[in-house]
């Protein structure tokens, strides 16, 4: 049976919807064109007609991730209280990252950039730390975190958990380990940029 012609905002939302799913389990590489396409029951032109081809298409992908991944950690009560709502932030962060592996590692690995212009890695990494960066710049106005860039903290900060999520992602280590080493993790880096150790 042919499929229909008709490319509308209904089948472009279940094609967008589609290759998220399939990006979530597989990366960029499990986003198949094929497979997409007969999962909302097209054709693979619509893919180019609608988006103006797979890598556009991931394109889109990838700023949904994003997007869905800054909120994700800014999913907290706001108390006023900043080494909480770091606390927070960092729990959130390995969370969703341990949730959706394979778009975080294609979101922020060192290949992504080749494959989707310069946007990626740099100015992902730099939007999904914006809800770092400004809990930071709360702990260093506030004379919790020593008087330093804030920038420069953050940056320090999300290497260190970023570091910890790759190493865990690849060793598959238990989970109750995992979240009591990240724990310690946690408490180290606020120990070491506390002002006055807490």
């Known amino acids: 049976m042919a499929h229909p012609r008709v490319y509308d905002a209904q089948l472009r939302a279940r094609l967008l919807e589609g290759a998220i799913a ?3 389990c597989g990366g960029a590489a499990g986003v198949s064109r094929r497979a997409l396409a007969a999962d909302a029951g097209t054709s693979t032109n619509a893919i180019y007609t609608l988006f103006g081809g797979k890598e ?5 992908v990838f700023r949904s991730a994003v997007d869905d991944f800054v909120a994700a950690q800014r ?13 927070c932030l960092a729990h959130n962060y390995r969370r969703w990252a341990l949730r959706h592996a394979p778009l975080y ?3 922020l690995g060192s290949h992504a950039s080749e494959r989707r212009g310069a946007e990626l890695p740099a100015k992902v990494a730099g939007a999904l730390t914006q809800p770092l960066r400004e809990v930071v710049g709360q702990l260093v ?14 940056s320090s900060i999300w290497m260190s958990w970023h570091g910890f999520i790759c190493l865990e992602t690849a060793q598959r280590a238990p989970r109750e ?4 080493l990240y724990q310690i993790h946690l408490d180290t880096i606020r120990r070491g940029w506390t002002h006055t150790p807490l």
Do not use: N
């Open 105 to 107: 590692h294609e979101m």
């Open 22 to 24: 399939m990006a979530d």
């Open 75 to 87: 999913a907290f009560e706001r108390t006023g209280d900043a080494l909480a709502e770091l606390s």
């Open 177 to 180: 380990t995992m979240d009591a």
């Open 56 to 60: 556009a298409l991931l394109r889109l």
């Open 141 to 154: 106005d506030e004379g919790i975190f020593w008087h330093f860039d804030p920038s420069q903290i953050a």
